[in-house]
């Protein structure tokens, strides 16, 4: 280990660190605008230049690895003038608008400013004037203020693997831009806005509507897929109007993804409820909470007496808190209902050993050397998952993936079997058969796989999962929410199993795990959530839920909400219940209440509330406290969130992590046909995900919001039809139908048509991945 | 003079032939009789990495860094691709000697960079040219097919059992891409932004691999030397400057064109053989190295001699052996007008002194020109270019500079002059 | 959008480099698509994108860096002349004074029958030849004079 000297400070450092390492090693600061610990090193800002002894020029801090001996001096008469002298060339074309950017207050160039810049400029000429660049619904652009350290552009390179920006021109004309005409659209563009140092890019739904230090910052947790990004809500006179990334390493890094990002707006969206009530005949009037407690609490009890517990069905939405999901499951259990359940988007609830989970730290998966992607659209469930797994790629990893249309990772995909939805079984059988000739055990599944025959690319994909040291199985949210779903995930588990690799489960919403690990699970004699929609139930209680949208089948379950007679709603948005609801129940967001979600590691992550409830509305965990104590059951007398938690999960992650199991159900592969003709992939969008996601302006204003409102199909499946790109075209499943317009995606496996699932174009539909056919209009 | 009888013309003799740029030509004078022998005897690269460094060969391209040292820098055990880069991008003013090579002895390069590939074990080689040059490009891609056709490239060249080849890349007007990393990055299908270093080419250049970059002269030397030995280079010039050099001769003078000169030369001779400055007029400066090197006032050149080390002492340096010639028709002010517009120009813009510095220094020295100078300038112009010099990724930044301050340093009163009366001393 | 030939000759640059950096390419093949075009707009610039499986603001880096791409249209005969020092001193400035009364345009500016674009450029690596221009990128003339230039002119259609 070199041994070096900053600032007279003497310090052994990692052969291969940079000089800035060592210094920030040392808590020395080197100031600087193009570095950053995640992106490669561009050095070309020179703010770093930092004196090394018998180096005849100033050098880069960034850029400059050490050696044995080294003495740096970063604050010399010598690095102090280079310094000084790079930030004089940075000002001289800045606009001196700072008291109406938004950066201010918050702007590097501007601290360093400070410390390193002139009071007055000697700079005589004319300024430049870089003309603004439309960047799409989330970035503001002010390009003049641009100081070309190029981090936006290594972004797009390095970590989203997507170059949506890049650097035209040449000298001092160059300019950060999108190719020509285009904007930017990748799921995590959002990033860029804190990685610029100054105020060219910058949120454009926060555009001027707050100073950085008339904010206060208040830590969240990310509320929509299963990683649990760490936030920092920014709020003024009790609104948030802002959210950015709290680094975590060991779950976002220093990223957010655009959902986590913006989904903030929609808790001011238009249809917020923040009053309770009570449907009378055909109208609706808006009582105190006391009436409206006590009416929900009556009804229910009068289903419970006169039809049984079995008469009701509890539907809670995986995105609640999990103390939510505990007082849930009480209540439903109180009242002696088994038929709970927060799984509503999928096709197959059998009950599994335990809570589905990643089944590694999420940190490990940067280091997978090799891995087998199973029905997942990536990038869309878990836009920073799909990162850290394109890391782990470019450090020679080798993705295989099992999927029904060859999305663009963005990404090398060492190989791939893509297949229509219920064919997905089946390239699962031929991996494990191909392991199986290779010698491997596959356990249970080895007989039902015995005469499949073996594809090339199968056989590759099994011989690529034989290799390398760190390996994974991973399970996605089309897999889960596939009517094959045990089938899938019992042949992941050989396939596992045979190869060596973990077998994970890529949890796609943010407290899945927690609901889980809680019981939010149908008892052994209740039905799951697809149950609880095929056979009616008299009564339902729902916790966050859009049942038009979340349902598997929306088309049952319009009629199941349609035959029954009393359905209380728990949520914080309007939506369609005064459609199907008796009794309207306004509760919070994550963000006016206290609680954790438990992520797809297990881990378990508090926060409390940024804001003040809106209106009248409260917290799920209050409501369903007063419920309970109204029902006169037992174990409801909680006072605070942590209380509840402490209840729910008495080991706190320990509790979790006794639940924790991916083995899939005991039992035999059914290997079911494929379906004839045409067949729908209902995967949920990036932004239909949740309530939030739903109602977030700038999210749904976002290409993929765009691009989730067409039917999808492959080029020669439109031409074989007679139908045209770009009309409107009728799609019709048992149970329903729908209008939308045809897009064409020849990344469609054959006969696969791409219509989402929890949209509100397709809510008429049935079920998600099942026969579909496509009509002319 | 050929390749068979030892002559201070190491790169021009084919241009006292007919058809200079034949392969007829070139064989008939001895060419590719290096590569043969060395392919026949197996020649160990360590041999042939001695012999150049006994030639005192040093880059022809400005830098005139020593080429068999350079060369001892690529790792010998690497297991991947390793490539040769010829670096034809000559761009910078006053430099017109590479495109000769590749006009009247485009073999003598080939088998150059044949015997460069052979000695660094190198999987192939490219030639970058100046994307003004496009015939020179086009006609040396012609020499490759020629050199193809005749078994020295591709597949068991004169079956030895080595593989080797060359492809032709041109530029499409980007000056900085004769910096050798910016290069890379051109070939490689990028704005040619220079590379910090470390690491440097030999360990990572072109594609990540390793990489060696030598100047067209340079490597169309090499033949010379293997023909008659590093020694004999070496006495065609002085200790520590081996060989002859082609000098680049612009400007002022009756007969512009290259020379080819042994090194330690006196400047005076070179002027003669371009005919002297034209008459009715008197030398007054020289930029002796290419437009990046300071310029020199006549008395100062004169007296010196054509080598690296001399220039070096005189304040100024060799560069790439472009001279350019001014008389006393100049106005200083104007000249460097041009030249500050250049860097200014073809500044790649990916870092910040240089990407700001030089179009605040062109637009200062702009000003003066038009009439609008102040008396503070000059002091500014010198302090921009303090913080400019030596800050930058590559050497663009000081190229900036150099003009700048030598034409302010060695001529100041006619740039006072210019400020105060706001017009020329010179009389334009 | 762009020929089988012009297609031919971009494969034949392509084969210069390794199959996985086909991107090496994207300079000749601008270049070609610029020839057979007369200028790079921006869907020729995301075709030759598309075709070298690169990003398209790739290319347009590209395409706006180096200064012999045309990213409007020009004239038939496009002039560019060196003014650089060396040309300069050896008679530039006059040939740039005639050639922009006898067109009456400026630099960057194309005469109104589209005949005829002039440029200034920068050093093109034949100082000892000046004053020199570039027709068509391609094709280099030297030791201009007033005279020639009005030859050159009038041969240029």
């Given at each position: 280990m070199p041994l070096i000297e900053i600032d007279g400070q003497q310090l052994e450092v990692a052969a291969g660190s940079t000089v800035m390492d060592a210094a920030q090693r040392a808590g020395i600061y080197i100031p600087h605008f193009c570095y950053h610990k995640k992106l490669s090193i561009a050095a070309n800002c020179r703010m770093c230049l930092v004196e090394v002894e018998k180096a005849p020029k100033p050098l880069p801090a960034c850029a400059t690895p050490v050696t044995d001996g080294m003495k740096v001096s970063t604050r010399s008469a010598k690095a102090i003038t280079a310094q000084k002298g790079v930030m004089e060339f940075l000002l001289i074309n800045h606009p001196l608008d700072c008291p109406i950017c938004d950066q201010g207050g918050e702007c590097q160039l501007q601290d360093l400013a400070v410390g390193y810049g002139g009071s007055a400029s000697k700079y005589q000429e004319p300024k430049r004037v870089v003309k603004d660049k439309d960047l799409g619904p989330l970035i503001a652009t002010d390009m003049t203020r641009c100081i070309h350290c190029s981090r936006c552009v290594r972004f797009g390179q390095e970590i989203a693997g997507l170059m949506e920006l890049g650097m035209p021109g040449r000298g001092e004309h160059t300019e950060v831009m999108p190719f020509l005409e285009t904007q930017v659209s990748h799921e995590l563009s959002g990033n860029v806005i804190d990685l610029c140092p100054v105020g060219a890019l910058t949120s454009k739904p926060f555009r001027f509507s707050a100073r950085p230090w008339e904010l206060s910052r208040r830590r969240s947790v990310s509320p929509h897929d299963g990683l649990g990004a760490n936030l920092a809500l920014h709020v003024m006179n009790n609104r948030v109007l802002r959210a950015t990334p709290v680094d975590n390493e060991a779950v976002n890094e220093c990223w957010l993804a655009d959902r986590d990002r913006f989904s903030y707006q929609a808790l001011t969206a238009e249809d917020r409820l923040t009053r309770p009530m009570v449907r009378e005949g055909d109208r609706w009037i808006e009582v105190d909470w006391q009436k409206a407690l006590a009416q929900a609490a009556g009804a229910l009890k009068v289903i419970r007496d006169t039809h049984g517990a079995e008469a009701i069905g509890f539907l809670a939405s995986p995105h609640q808190t999990v103390e939510e999901h505990y007082l849930f499951a009480k209540l439903a259990q109180g009242l002696g209902c088994e038929n709970l359940d927060h799984r509503l988007d999928q096709a197959d609830c059998s009950a599994l050993p335990g809570a589905p989970w990643l089944g590694m730290p999420v940190a490990e998966l940067d280091g997978l050397d090799r891995v087998l992607l199973i029905g997942s659209t990536l990038r869309k469930e878990q836009p920073l998952i799909a990162q850290r797994l394109r890391q782990a790629v470019k450090r020679g990893a080798q993705l295989n993936v099992v999927h029904a249309v060859d999305d663009d990772l963005l990404c090398k995909v060492t190989h791939k079997l893509i297949t229509r939805p219920s064919g997905l079984a089946r390239a699962l059988a031929e991996i494990a058969r191909a392991l199986a000739e290779a010698g491997r055990d596959l356990g249970s599944v080895a007989a039902a796989v015995a005469g499949i025959a073996v594809s090339d690319e199968a056989r590759a994909i099994a011989a690529s999962l034989l290799s390398g040291e760190r390996k994974a199985v991973l399970l996605g949210a089309v897999a889960r929410q596939h009517p094959h779903r045990v089938d899938l995930h019992r042949l992941a588990e050989a396939i596992a199993g045979a190869s060596g690799a973990t077998l994970g489960v890529l949890v796609d919403s943010a407290d899945a795990v927690g609901a889980a690990a809680v019981g939010c699970l149908p008892g052994p004699r209740g039905l799951g959530a697809a149950a609880m929609v095929a056979q009616p139930r008299k009564a339902y209680v729902l916790l966050g839920i859009e049942p038009y949208l979340d349902a598997h089948d929306v088309a049952a379950m319009r009629r199941a909400l349609e035959s029954s007679e009393l359905v209380i709603t728990l949520s914080a948005f309007k939506g369609a219940a005064q459609h199907y609801a008796q009794v309207i129940l306004p509760v919070v967001p994550f963000a006016e209440t206290d609680g954790a979600f438990v992520n797809m590691e297990g881990r378990v992550q508090n926060f409390r509330a940024a804001v003040k409830p809106a209106g009248e509305s409260r917290p799920a965990w209050k409501v369903l406290r007063v419920l309970g104590n109204l029902l006169g059951l037992e174990g409801f007398a909680f006072d605070t969130a942590e209380a509840v938690r402490q209840a729910a999960l008495p080991d706190g992650e320990a509790s979790v992590r006794a639940r924790l199991d991916n083995r899939a159900p005991v039992g035999e592969l059914l290997l079911q046909a494929a379906v004839d003709g045409l067949e729908r992939l209902g995967e949920t969008p990036i932004y239909q995900g949740d309530m939030l996601a739903r109602r977030a302006p700038a999210l749904q204003a976002t290409r993929d919001s765009e691009h989730a409102k067409l039917c999808w199909a492959r080029g020669d499946l439109i031409q074989r039809l007679g139908l045209v790109e770009g009309q409107p075209v009728r799609i019709v499943q048992e149970g329903g139908e729908s209008v939308m317009k045809l897009g064409r995606d020849d990344r469609l496996a054959d006969g696969v048509v791409r219509v989402a699932g929890s949209h509100p174009l397709s809510s008429k539909l049935g079920p998600r991945y099942d026969a579909a056919r496509l009509e002319k209009m | 003079m050929s390749l068979n009888v030892p002559n201070h013309k190491v790169c021009s003799w084919t241009q006292d032939y007919d058809q200079p740029a034949s392969l007829a030509t070139y064989t008939a004078h001895g060419g590719y009789e290096a590569l043969r022998k060395i392919l026949a005897e197996k020649t160990p690269a360590e041999d042939i990495i001695a012999q150049v460094k006994t030639s005192a060969l040093r880059g022809r391209g400005g830098a005139g860094f020593p080429t068999g040292l350079k060369w001892s820098f690529m790792p010998r055990g690497y297991a991947g691709d390793k490539y040769v880069v010829c670096n034809t991008d000559e761009g910078e003013p006053g430099t017109f000697k590479d495109r000769d090579i590749l006009l009247y002895n485009p073999h003598q390069l080939i088998e150059g960079m044949l015997i460069a590939g052979y000695t660094l074990g190198a999987k192939a080689g490219y030639n970058y040219i100046h994307g003004e040059i496009f015939e020179q490009y086009e006609s040396w891609q012609q020499a490759l097919e020629e050199a193809r056709a005749a078994g020295f490239l591709g597949k068991n060249i004169l079956g030895s059992g080595w593989d080797f080849d060359l492809f032709a890349h041109h530029g499409y007007g980007a000056y900085i891409c004769g910096e050798e990393t910016a290069l890379l990055e051109s070939i490689e299908g990028k704005k040619g932004q220079p590379r910090f270093k470390p690491p440097f080419p030999a360990s990572f250049g072109l594609y990540g691999k390793p990489t060696t970059i030598n100047n067209t002269e340079t490597l169309a030397s090499i033949p010379w030397i293997m023909r008659f030995g590093g020694q004999a280079f070496l006495e065609l010039g002085k200790p520590n400057n081996g060989g002859s050099k082609l000098f680049s001769v612009s400007g002022h003078v009756n007969k512009p064109g290259n020379y080819e000169v042994r090194l330690g030369t006196p400047f005076a001779e070179l002027l003669e053989m371009a005919g002297g400055v034209r008459a009715g007029h008197s030398l007054k400066a020289v930029i002796p190295g290419g437009s990046s090197a300071p310029v020199l006032p006549a008395d100062v050149m004169m007296a010196c001699t054509l080598d690296f080390d001399s220039i070096a002492k005189a304040g100024s340096m060799l560069g790439s052996g472009a001279v350019i010639v001014m008389d006393d028709s100049v106005c200083m002010v104007k000249a460097l007008e041009r030249l500050s517009y250049f860097y200014f120009e073809e500044s790649c813009g990916q870092c910040t002194p240089c990407r700001e510095g030089t179009g605040w220094l062109y637009r200062i020295v702009h000003r003066i020109e038009h009439g609008q100078g102040r008396p503070e300038d000059l002091d500014e112009l010198l302090r921009i270019g303090r913080n400019i010099g030596g800050n930058t990724i590559c050497a663009l930044g000081e190229a900036a500079v150099g003009p700048v301050a030598s034409f302010v340093k060695h001529f100041r009163q006619e740039f006072e002059y210019h400020i105060e009366n706001k017009r020329c001393m010179v009389g334009h | 959008m762009l020929s089988p030939q012009s297609l031919a000759l971009i494969d034949q640059e392509v084969a210069k480099y390794p199959p996985e950096h086909k991107q090496s390419a994207v300079m000749s093949a601008l270049r070609i698509a610029q020839i057979e075009l007369g200028w790079l707009s921006r869907d020729t610039i995301e075709f030759v994108a598309n075709y070298l499986a690169m990003p398209a603001i790739a290319a347009y880096e590209v395409a706006t860096f180096y200064?012999?791409?045309?990213l409007a249209p020009v004239g038939r005969n496009k002039v560019t002349l060196c003014t650089n020092l060396p040309c300069q001193l050896q008679g530039a400035d006059k040939i740039a004074q005639h050639l922009q009364a006898k067109l009456g345009i400026g630099f960057g500016e194309t005469t109104a029958d589209g005949r005829y674009t002039l440029k200034e450029g920068e050093c093109m690596g034949t100082c000892g030849h000046g004053p020199l221009c570039l027709h068509n990128n391609h094709k280099m003339h030297t030791q201009l004079t007033t005279e020639s230039v009005d030859k050159l002119l009038d041969e240029m259609k």
């Open positions: - | - | 200064n012999m791409y045309d």
